[in-house]
């Protein structure tokens, strides 16, 4: 290829321009955002923690860790997508009958953003990140598949957040909602850089999570305790991996699809274009043979953390386990069936219509089932209402509205009438909001001691759980009435009075959900302050059922000083009964050297590369992109030529930390784990 | 459900380490990665995991093949695949493409009997037969561009580059592959993370072909008929 030697050909497209100095709104944000990351960065090198942080985090192939960096980036990114949420329904209270604040070209950005960060960047990282941390451990194994990989995974879906952030404050981002239906997205219609910043972002975090669906089916398919049979394995196990089998097969078509729309519009490919031949609706089809699966990829990894959460906190093995196993089954496979229920007004047929309006009316069955069963579980039980309980409580009965108006939206003739209303918007928030969002705070809450060694704050968990319950209804309740009553989604003003107070009451509601947002931020900080009196020293704090919680709090880098042999279900309750029966733990194992993979920056310097490749494909700097693709290749020799892949834990090592963890069993066993326990702990699993 | 904790799980590694499909009676369930068995071998878990990872480059071409029915018609007016496909070449391509899975399937042979010259040389020819497929191809597609008939002219041709493009750059990233392992092995034996290595790129290498058998059923089969 032609390299320019002019240094301005040298940055492609890429000019002083591509700076929006004339916004003000995201210059600021942009400015705050850079502000804060070079003082967070200026402090970790100060203080000197950045070989700590490169040593112990960045180059970490430790599931447990990486699990946690995923959370930290779902809820960074949930930040910035909830920020523009505020901007959204604050323009919409403002602009009645006025232009508002936002112009049309800003306002459009802002709702991609929103969606595209909501979906992507925090509901995917924050149910990766639970999956990542749990998934092991509740397998009792010692790490994933592929460790490295793992790493990989992470860094490169970071890569994707980045780039999302980087279109702030060079260039510009998508206008063309969360899925960019051609032909606006088209070149011809979307000539600036927005697109290419939403589709190279999605297209590398894609491969990370797509890597990441390769690597948990293989965890759980192949790697699992002696013991540990399929029927054995929690339910949140069992749902992780129909999830990851989703990703698998959903992730490339993805890839895929939009590789057409970049063909498109970088070669002048003719895919989805409105001439010679191409075919848009075979677009909405492809994304939609995606998009469909990837609720479930999300909601799934979500009921399974309630399945973890409602029996602990209902004192009651989990109702209709084999049952739930089947309906997430169940559901991992109709969700394949599914797709077109999103644009019926594509005018497939009558017949094509009413086949997936019934086929959607049908998944809604296999989580029937769930419902049921988790509300069974309560049923009876000893229930304590701890924060995780709340969410999962909350859950119960927001998410059974959610399933509701998605079945009668599922209905052809209602749907033609709230197709891409604000009925519509309500809808899906609805179902993500009770069910990822929730389960994601049910879930961190749940294991945060397993990660830090203790507990999150009881009282200001609950209040910013009772913040986001009412924040959400008096939010999305007047979204479903104004949908009704005709409104549009994506509307940057309106000059009709009748919708005039439901948009208002909606934007009460943001403020509902910021103080739910400011609880939690409280919450942690207090937390953290306060943590010698919330510390676990037993490493059950809230008397789990489990294997993680046979673990110390937070568990060593091995995780198990000795596999444990599964006879059962509920492998972690059998164990605590027996040793409470008996009076002493299992005689102490025979210690032996543990072989762990050893760090590795590779996943760290693959994304650094990715990220530059992406950015240079952006900006059409092809000389960069050459570079860019090199370094990986050049990244991937150098990883394969180590000799070196696995440091060895010595026995003594392992069996110093592990009677730590003895001890601290022991000393309960000795003060709380008496007889009594077992008569006011509710039933065991052996009904 | 008991809770007696006895280590039931009794295996005999060195008659049959895995027990692929060899169960004893009475050992239901016990071969490592199944059932009850514990974790299994890393051969096994790198072998399992790279299929399921060719089982998503799979999917991956499945829905360029699709997009590839929906527009097999739509050439706008430009030249479809009956005028534009050289089925000598394409033989030639698919002999050369069939011919370098079998010597990769010979390479697998002598890495099974540890032979360096034969694992290289065998190597070697799979990769001379990638790259003659690749040379001929991008002769076909640089013809078919000189001839106005170019992935921008029609919605087909755009479809048409994009799969068989698709594949070629599999082809391409196996080659680069090769050469990798080409060198790997020659620096640092047989080694079990090389051996492990050179087992998925056997699976990738046939994988190319499984998917190159369909592309020509579906891009140059039918579309020589329309």
Known sequence: MFVPLAVGDMLGKLTLNAIPLDQPIPLIAGGVVILVVVAVIAWIVLRGHLPYLWREWITSVDHKRIGVMYVLLGLVMLLRGFIDAIMMRSQQALAFHAAGYLPPEHYDQVFSAHGTIMIFFAAMPLMIGLMNFVVPLQLGVRDVAFPTLNSTSFWLTATGALLVNISLVIGEFARTGWLPYPPLSEARYSPGVGVDYYLWALQISGVGTLLTGVNFVTTILKIRAPGMSYLRMPVFCWTALCANLLIVAAFPVLTATLAMLLLDRYLGFHFFTNSAGGNMMMFINLIWAWGHPEVYILVLPAFGVFSEVIPTFSGKPLFGYRSMVVATLFICLVSFLVWLHHFFTMGAGGDVNATFGIATSIIAVGTGVKIYNWMFTMYGGRIRFATPMLWSMGFLVTFTIGGMTGVLLAVPPADFQLHNSLFLVAHFHNVIIAGVLFAAFAGLTYWFPKAFGFRLHEGWGKAAFWFSLAGFYITFIPLYAVGLLGMTRRMQHYDLALWRPWVLAAGVGILVFMCALACQVIQLVVSIRRREELRDFTGDPWNGRSLEWSTASPPPAFNFAVLPNVQGEEPYWHIKRRAIETQQLTAEPDYQPIEMPRNSPTGFITAFFATVTGFALIWDIWWLVGVGLACAYAVFVWFAWRDVEEHQIPAEEVARIDRARRKAREEWLATEGHEEWLTSHGQGGTS | ?226
Not at chain 2, 98 to 124: E, P, Y
Request: hydrophobic letters at 50%; glycine letters at 12%.
């Open chain 2, 1 to 226: 459900m008991s809770a007696v904790d006895t280590v039931s799980f009794r295996r005999t590694r060195d008659l049959d380490p895995y027990k692929l499909g060899h169960r004893e009676a009475g050992e239901h369930g016990l071969a490592t990665g199944h059932g009850e068995g514990g974790p299994a071998s890393k051969r096994v878990i790198v072998g399992y995991g790279f299929w399921i990872f060719l089982l998503s480059d799979v999917v991956l071409f499945s829905c360029l093949f699709a997009a590839h029915a929906v527009l097999q018609t739509a050439t706008a007016g430009g030249p479809s695949g009956r005028e534009l496909f050289n089925p000598w070449s394409i033989a030639i391509e698919t002999a050369c493409l069939l011919a370098s899975s079998f010597t990769c399937g010979l390479s697998a042979v002598a890495t099974g009997v540890r032979s360096q010259i034969w694992t290289q040389l065998t190597l070697a020819i799979t990769g001379l037969l990638g790259l003659a497929f690749l040379l001929l191809e991008a002769h076909d597609f640089a013809g078919m561009v000189a001839a106005g008939a170019g992935p921008t002219r029609s919605a087909f041709l755009s479809s048409l580059f994009a799969v068989v493009g698709c594949h070629g750059c599999h082809v391409t990233a196996g080659l680069l592959w090769l050469g990798t392992m080409m060198a790997q092995v020659f620096f640092k034996g047989f080694r079990p993370n090389i051996l492990r290595r050179l087992l998925c790129f056997n699976l990738f290498w046939h994988v190319l072909d499984i998917i190159w058998v369909a592309l020509f059923t579906i891009v140059y089969l039918i579309g020589e008929g329309r």
